[in-house]
Structures are given as structure tokens and as C-alpha cells.
């Protein structure tokens, strides 16, 4: 299995201020054809798990600007570059590079301090 | 698409789980998306379960191994999960997800769940 390891497990935040997450991988998520294949979601208090980044860096529809997904091979971040209220939740990355075994990371909770 | 989740709130022990995931705005068998389950136990992380391709190929998370099983009917343009002998341990909230994939000489690769339904709680009770 390739085991993904997210750092802060939790991520306390001033509104306004920037806020970035780790993801690691234990092998690496570049694809032969070329992409990284490392998502980030956030599931929201109450609410179903929605898609931020595919690809690693590739917001998706919908999705402000001021989230944005960088990194490749095995090292990976998600950054906010100015938190609000409502991005309060938990966030992971996930691997889909292994077709047959997707993993999730352990989730990093971002609170509003 | 969108994605309508049922299925029996409480199962017990040894017996089988079967949730249903309807799916409205496309087809099951478009080529467009792929489909799959994920699930949740009560204060952790996801966890796939696994994913079924248009053409009908899926794949499992082996932890799961043999218990658990991705359909689709055609008819009713549904997706089905079936989990046989479950535990106490398969108590969870179960997602239905649908994606997007890269497919080329060597095989499908899912990109990412771009839609998930709300979720159903399942738990495994006598």
C-alpha cells in the first residue's frame, strides 16, 4: 500500500491569515504518462467530502483561488492563502496512483482560532 | 451527475449490507465517469472501499477482500454495494462517489471523486 502522511494533524488559524498543509507519500505519485496522481478534498462540518485539487495542482470547478496545490513525486502542500470561516473543516489528500488500493491521508483539522 | 443514496440504516451481525446509489444526470455506463464507495468509521478518516469503470472492471480495497462487491444495473441506473459477514468494525457512514479517469493501453486510472451523494449511516448491531 502506499501510506500517506499529512502534517499538522491539526491547524489552528487566524481569519485572513495564510495556512498550509503537508502531504507525504511513501513512494511516488508521478504517473508514467506524466501527472501527479494526489488529490486534496476537505469535508466540511455536517457535510460530504468535496474535491479541492486534482492532480496535484488543478483546482477544481468551483473551487476559490485562494486555494492552491503544488508539489510532486512525494512531497505535496495545500495552500490557503487567506483563511476564512467557512474553509473550517477537514482536509485530506488521497493517492490514485494505485489503481487497485486509493489511500486516504489521516486528515489535517483546520479550526478558526 | 447526481448521486441518491439508500439502504437500511442498521444491519446485524453475519449478515449481508447492501446499499444502493442512484445516479441521475448521466448514465452508469457513459464513459464519461467512474464510479465507487468510500467510507467513514464514527470519528475517523476515509477509507476506500473501492471502484467500478464503465466497462464493468472494478477494483477492491484488499483489506475488504472477497466480502465486498461494486454492481451496476443498466436498468434502473443504479450502483450497488453488497458487504457479506459484516462486523461491528464495518460500522460506518458509507459515500457514493463518481469521478473522473484516464484510461490508455496499460489500464484505467482514476483522477479524482468529483461528486460524492450525503452519505448513509450503517450500523452493524444486534
Known amino acids: 500500500d502506499i501510506v500517506m502522511t499529512q502534517s499538522p494533524l491539526s491547524l489552528p488559524v487566524i481569519p485572513g491569515e495564510p495556512a498550509s498543509i503537508s502531504c507525504r507519500s511513501s513512494?511516488?505519485?508521478?504517473?508514467?504518462?506524466?501527472?501527479?496522481?494526489l488529490d486534496w478534498y476537505v469535508q466540511k462540518p455536517g457535510q460530504s467530502p468535496q474535491l479541492l485539487i486534482s492532480?496535484?495542482?488543478n483546482r477544481a470547478f468551483g473551487v476559490p483561488d485562494r486555494f492552491s496545490g503544488s508539489g510532486s513525486g512525494t512531497d505535496f502542500t495545500l495552500r490557503i492563502s487567506s483563511v476564512e470561516a467557512e474553509d473550517v473543516g477537514i482536509y485530506y489528500c488521497?493517492?490514485?496512483?494505485?489503481?487497485?488500493?486509493?489511500?486516504f491521508g489521516q486528515g489535517t483539522r483546520l479550526e478558526i482560532k | 451527475p447526481q448521486l441518491k443514496q439508500s439502504g437500511p440504516g442498521l444491519v446485524k451481525p453475519s449478515e449481508t449490507l447492501s446499499l444502493t446509489c442512484t445516479v441521475s444526470?448521466?448514465?452508469?455506463?457513459?464513459?464519461?465517469?467512474?464510479w465507487g464507495w468510500i467510507r467513514q468509521p464514527p470519528g475517523k478518516g476515509l477509507a476506500w472501499i473501492g471502484t467500478?469503470?464503465?466497462?464493468?472492471?472494478?477494483y477492491y480495497s484488499p483489506s475488504l477482500g472477497s466480502r465486498v462487491t461494486i454492481s451496476g444495473d443498466t436498468s434502473k441506473n443504479q450502483l450497488s454495494l453488497r458487504l457479506t459477514s459484516v462486523t461491528a468494525a464495518d460500522t460506518a457512514v458509507y459515500y457514493c462517489?463518481?469521478?473522473?479517469?484516464?484510461?490508455?493501453?496499460?489500464?484505467?486510472?482514476?483522477?479524482?471523486?468529483?461528486?460524492w451523494g450525503l452519505g448513509t449511516q450503517v450500523t452493524v448491531s444486534s
Open positions: 492532480l496535484g495542482s
Open positions: 488521497m493517492q490514485t496512483l494505485q489503481t487497485s488500493q486509493i489511500t
Open positions: 462517489a463518481s469521478g473522473t479517469y484516464y484510461y490508455n493501453s496499460t489500464g484505467y486510472y482514476p483522477i479524482d471523486f468529483n461528486t
Open positions: 444526470g448521466d448514465s452508469i455506463t457513459s464513459s464519461n465517469y467512474f
Open positions: 513512494q511516488s505519485l508521478l504517473h508514467s504518462d506524466g501527472y501527479n496522481c
Open positions: 467500478m469503470y464503465y466497462s464493468g472492471t472494478a
